[in-house]
Each structure stands twice: as C-alpha cells, then as structure tokens.
C-alpha cells in the first residue's frame, strides 16, 4: 500500500474543501441577535457552504451544541444553552464538516458587540463581548434586574448625566426604595456612591426609568492621580441591595477605539476621563494628566487607523521600532544597519518609528515616522510584512502573514514577566507582555541562561534566535575613530580616563501618574574632589527614568550628562570603568572584559521588594558591591587591584554569558528571519 499516495491524496481533498468553505472559514464573521426565545446567529448569503457549521461550546464544562448551516440564518435555543450551563462563558466557533473536520473562533466585530439575550424565566443574561485575542465569546451573567442606559453626558462644567430604564427579573424582588451608581476605586475598593431620580411604569410595575448625576468623587489626595475606577447601578430593597456593572455595550457602537473615550472633564490640573473598558465596554473612570490622556487617546485613534489598512495586502516594508520609539539605537538599530550593509534596502522599504529631534542620525533612506502621533506610525505598521522592536507596540494582535521578530534588550537579571512574584506595576502590566508575545515569531537571545528565562517568564514557545545579541558586535570592531569622534563633539578631555555610571530604574520610584523619578546616591562632590583630575564621569540613565537631575556649575567639566544619548553601546566603547546596579548593562558591557562596579546602597530593600533577581548578587556577578560612597571612592583608587581579585570570576561569567557572541550575530539573525 502507498501510504504516501494515501495522505498526498488526503492533503488534497482536504484542501479542496477548505476552498469550498475558504469565504466564511477564512473569514469568520458573523452577526448576533436575539429574540425572547433564541440566539439568531446570521452569515452572509455569498458564504454560506453546506459543510460548514456553528458551534456553541462552554468554556468551563467543554459541553457544546453544533448546528449545521443551511440558510443564512441559525438559530440556538437559549434555554438549550442555559441547560449545559447557567454561569462561565460561551465560546462561538466555525466548523468544517465531515472527515477532514475543522474548526476556528469566530471573530468578534462591531456588529456583535451590542448582542444581548434576556432569559427573564432563569434571570439570566447573555451578553457578547471580544476575548483578549478579539475572539466572539458570550459571558453567562445571573441578574436580578435588567437594564439600558440611554443618556451619558456632560452636564454643566464638571457633572456626568445619566439616564436610562430598568427592569426587574427576579419575582421575589417586589418594590425597589432606592436606585444609585456606585463608584469602586479599583485598588482598594473605596466607594463613591450616587443616588438617582427614578419612577415606576404605570403599565409595568417592574419597569421604571431612573436619572440623576456623578459629579464629586471623593479619593484621599496621594492616590487621585492614575485612580480607576468602575461603576456599578444598584436597586434598593428594604435596605436590600442589588447590584450589576454597568454594561455600556448596547448604548452605542464602538465601532472604532477611540470612541470608547466618552467624557472628558478638566478638574483640578487633573483629566476626568469617562470611558468604556476595553473589549467588555463597561463604564469606568480614569483620573490622569493631560499629557497621559492624550497618549492613551492617540493610541486609540491610531488603532483605528491600523484596522483600516489592515484591508490592504501587507508589503515588503520592514518596521523598526527600538525603546518605545524614543531612540535610535538597540538590537533593531544594528540589524537596520547590517541590513543596509548588506544592501537589502534594495530588496525591502525601511521604515523607523523615531520621535528624536535627531532624524540625521539613522542612516541610509528610511521612512521616519512618529510612535505619539496618530497617522503614518499605524499606518506602516499595519502594512509591513516585518515588525522589529526591542519592547512592545501598541498594537494587540498582529495580521495574518506579518512576521514579527522580538530582539529584546538585555540579559536578564531583574525578574521578567510571570517570574514576578512580588507586587508591583511590573505584575500589573505583565499581561500586556504576554498578549505581546503572542505575536512573536522569533526571540533574539545572548545565551542560554536567557532562552530558558524568557521562555518561562513570557510563556514562549516559538523560535529562539540563541544566535547572541546584535548590539554586542560593535566589541569586535576597531572603534578609534568612533571614540576619538565622541570625545570631540562632547568637549571630553582625551587624556583622562572615562567612568559611565548607567542605573537601572526601579519599580517602587514613581509618582501616581506613573512617571518616573530617581534618587542619585553617589556623591558627586567627593567624586570630583578624589578624581576630578584623572577621570571624566559620564551619566546615562536608564531610558524609564525622569531626567530631573541638577548638575552644579563647578562639576561641569567633570560630570557629563549623557542621558538623552541614543546608543549607550557606543557609551560602553568609550569607558575605561562601569558603575551600575540591577541594570542588565553589564551583561553587555562585560564583552570589554573591563572593570565593573556594582554601587547598590538599597540592595536588601531592593532584592525583597521590588522585583527579585536571577542572579546571587552576593556570588555571581563579575565585580564588587558597593554599599556606600566611602567603599565606591576606595574601590576606584584601587581598580587594578579589585580587577585582580575578579580575574577568575570575570572569566566564568564571559564564558556563560558572553561567548556565544562573534561579532556576527546581526548578519546571522538576517539570514535567518530575512534571507
């Protein structure tokens, strides 16, 4: 028997139906409604395909109901759905029929999103509402009362009007004494609470219309700014209360993002933005600045802008993304750079997310476009084939066919992602990591110790580039002219030894807006006074941190801000001594097998609050700690001799963390995502 002529001819027949069912299958959209008795489930006429069919499954139990579509209409029971389950979720999917059977989510669109079925015998509601990969899904929700809001505005200067009907479904509930929005802080579950008008229906006594205003939201003043919080009607009964998130899905459409932004109230040098929360519309508040607001906003118009060219086929366009946009530097910067060495800007269009005043500095033709500026910045983005970023982009979920290549920026020693166990703003936000790494095709890595770190902490499973990191080739080139060129647009003495202090910055240092500051505990005064003669001491910062830091006239000459400087590799090539603390730069910096100090004041504070380290600081790393600025004057006038001490342990950690690099990694991750 050919087996092989077997499963060729099973590809194949395969594939024919797939063709047959390729419209809807590819496209899985449909639309949602309801009548008192069923969900009406309709697909478009030029469609519809006899093999295919609409399934029904619960999430929680795996039971499901499938039904085969014959017209463009299907129709489910409510009740035969409620009988698998009354609480959890609905997952809706497209199926192929038959040997080669097939299925994929249904996605969800503007058109289901303000789907609801009402079982007023069960008291339950079934409401749609998109997953966290914009798949249709329908959450099962026991209420005692339904209802719709009608009016959501600004009233006078600084009050939101609300209005809207109501209805009862539970029959034990026979009168209602008090109705009234509730406001939940989000992080402590402090309450504002507003009472409302309302008045009972002549014709339906379990119907009645309610109106009245949020105005005063009272928070103590250290936790008003970045405050959220959501709301939530109540219905009174004998002091009785209950209660249901206020679902502003079937209010209006939000068709695109930015209409989630509802009301916006300047109060107080603070923004009031009332909006609907992302995916599950409901209706919430988020007290910020006008700066914060704005960026937020923007993202939201520019996902729009993204989904709108989404239509269009994607092209041989590559989207280099490095820090948020904020500099030209990073893995994607000598990728870029090899690629124009390479003469690949003769096989694909560049662009580069860049909002520097500096746009001379990125070499060959690119287009530049903007991260904070709605417009060109999604429109590329939804059109390049190749995505290429160090952190994260503003964008959820990638198109089919786009290949994204994740080139990350630094070994860890920090804890990332889901290796986070101590609360944070790092655990709060490492969700938006792992949605981005679902879009990843290929993660760069430096060594092994990292691959396994980054597959656990970000839930990888897809390629790993353990290929070294792209920015580290430039410790294998002859960099005399770079340095001496450095040194001339920077006024830097060339006969004085160079020490760059480069901190990380640290989760516990922000203000309620989540702007970063920074505390600088080195003396730069005695650091002058000991070695004003011998060294020049460069700053750079980390790129989260504010950079408010006053340097005194008479330091100038000795210390130099370098801050705002996009590549601190170049930084590393001109520096004779490392001082840093929890930043990955010296996983970097130790391919120069020069001194590095650690100055870590805050380390026991540091290690069992804020995020946690990989690393024993106290056995592994290739330098000394520091604890004081007496111990950092010392270790410098002694450098040759704390060179000396780490000589054996310098060269165990080259050899675990750094061999892996030649001075080719760029040109071999090219061949591999590009070539």
Known sequence: MNFNRIITKSKTNFKKLLKKSSKLYSYPYVKLSADEENIIIEVEKDKISPNLAIE?????????IEKKINSNQVLFSINELLEIDTKGVFDLYIKILGKFSRKKRVIFNSKNQIFKAVSKEKNIILRSYATKFNNLSLKIQKSD??????????????????EGNLEILNDEITHIDKISITGKNRLDSQSNNFDLDFKQSAENKSKYIFRGYIDEISASDEKILNLRMDFFIRIYEDGIFYQSLIYLSDFKNFKNDEDRFLIKIDKCENVYSFYATEKSYTFALWITTEISWLRSYNIACGRTIYNNYCEQPLQDIIFFESFFGKSYGGNPKYIYEKMLELGLDNKFTFVWAYSGDNTGIIPGNP??????????????LALSKYWVNNIIFPIHKKRTGNIYLQTWHGTPLKKLGYDITIPGPEIEGRQNFYNESRNWDYLISSNEYSSEIFKRAFKYKKKMLELGYPINDIFFKDNDELINSIKSKFGINKNKKIILYAPTWKDDEQNDSWEHYFKLNIDLNRLYEEFGDEYIFLLKMHHLVSENLVIEDKLKDFVIDLSSYEDIQELYVLSDILITDYSSVFFDYAHTKRPILFFVPDLNHYISNVRGSYLNMEKDLPGPLIKNNDELIDAIKNINQITYIFSKQYEEFYEKFCSICDGNSAEKIINNVFI
């Open 56 to 64: 029904i499954k619960h999430r929680q139990t795996g039971y499901r």
């Open 145 to 162: 009362f339904d209802y719709k809001i009608t009016t959501l505005e600004c009233y006078g200067e600084d009050k939101v009007l609300i």
């Open 367 to 380: 287009i530049i476009v903007n991260r904070f500026e709605p417009g060109d910045y999604y429109k590329y």
